[in-house]
């Protein structure tokens, strides 16, 4: 039998779990994706850990134990995301360790009610990083305008960071801008670059879910045409970004300092439209040095029906390009897009940061 997952590691796409919980660490899970699925890093956001906390039985010893000790809701909290993460970082060291640093990664977020205060944004970086305390460890950080300084401030500090809730290419340059800063900074306080690392989450599925609303508002034959290709044609744009920022000079200075360049990752990779191939945002989104972060039912998809067939992005930028300008052509603003979707995420992210408080506040509550 044909693996799937193999071929796609092949052409070029880290393939990381998007999901984390107590359950998957005891269970032995994540390193059966691991060992049998190719999963090489692991992305948690507030969603995820407010779900795998609900009614866990999992947390309940610690949950306990941290009741007993009377520590406040927002450090219980983080003792809790800290101690799953730090054991995926565990798990996930021999690919880390394989890959010379690259993969491996898990990923731990600020608190997302900070993602417009930059320099808290820094602090609580330093302080998940130096809790985890674990070398393949990245910070997420949001790439609000206020975030993207804290990118930059906290790879100063030789700190690895996931850079998330990107949606433009606009911003995307920023964050890439605010990378290379990072790492001349970091370059100048003394710090190993060749230990230094970096994603940008280019967001897929909410493009698509967000611009064919629009489209379905305006209607007609030209817009059915376009439903579901806004975000991949956007993500296959940031790819050329990608390859135009790492070609140039002041990139090459980096590199030749031992630098590793930041690769884009591809995250919100299922697929919200049922019509569509459960598959798509992983086929159409190959090229070398890129990274899908998806959740499990995605890459048990892909590992049965997948198709791998290369690269699928760098040979069609003009397509993408013409589906941008047909966007714009029948009245779909994508920088209205964008700038909806990055309020939305970072919303989201502060809801379910506070369905998270909730459970966490309920379960010392029933521990006492």
Not at 67 to 82: F, H, K, N, P, Y
Not at 350 to 367: F, N, P
Request: hydrophobic residues 40%; aromatic residues 8%; negative net charge.
């Amino acid at each position: 039998m044909t693996d799937k997952l193999a071929e796609l590691s092949a052409a070029g796409v880290a393939l990381w779990l998007d999901d984390i919980s107590r359950q998957r660490l005891v269970s032995g899970n994540l390193d059966e994706l691991r060992r049998d699925k190719h999963v090489v890093g692991v992305t948690s956001n507030p969603t995820i850990f407010a779900k795998a906390l609900a009614g866990a039985d999992a947390y309940a010893s610690q949950v306990t134990d941290l009741a007993r000790r009377g520590v406040s809701l927002d450090e219980a909290t983080r003792m809790i995301t800290t101690y799953d993460v730090r054991w995926a970082c565990d798990v996930l060291r021999p690919e880390y360790d394989a890959s010379d640093g690259v993969d491996g990664r898990v990923s731990l977020e600020v608190d997302p009610r900070l993602a417009h205060e930059t320099d808290k944004t820094v602090a609580e970086a330093s302080a998940l990083w130096w809790l985890v305390d674990r070398p393949n460890l990245f910070i997420k950080i949001p790439a609000t305008p206020e975030g993207v300084p804290a990118i930059t401030a906290t790879l100063a500090e030789g700190i690895s960071v996931n850079v998330t809730l990107i949606f433009g290419l606009e911003r995307y340059a920023e964050v890439i801008d605010a990378f290379f800063a990072g790492l001349e900074q970091a370059k100048a306080n003394g710090h190993d670059l060749s230990r230094l690392t970096s994603v940008a989450s280019f967001f897929v599925s909410r493009v698509d879910t967000e611009v064919d609303k629009r489209l379905d508002a305006i209607g007609g034959p030209e817009a059915d045409k376009l439903r579901a290709t806004a975000a991949i044609a956007n993500a296959r744009l940031a790819y050329q970004l990608y390859e135009q920022k790492f070609a140039s000079e002041r990139w090459q200075a980096l590199a030749a300092a031992g630098a590793k360049p930041q690769r884009p990752l591809w995250a919100s990779t299922s697929t919200k439209d049922p019509n569509l191939r459960d598959t798509l945002y992983v086929e159409e989104l190959v090229a070398p040095g890129v990274v899908n972060t998806a959740p499990e039912k995605t890459i048990l998809a892909y590992a049965d029906h997948g198709e791998t067939r290369g690269d699928t992005i760098t040979g069609n930028y003009a397509d993408a390009q013409q589906v941008m300008e047909s966007l714009r052509a029948l009245g779909v603003d994508f920088d209205d897009v964008t700038a909806v979707l990055e309020r939305e995420g970072v919303e989201k992210f502060e809801k379910s940061w506070q369905e998270l408080l909730d459970s966490v506040s309920d379960q010392l509550g029933q521990a006492k």
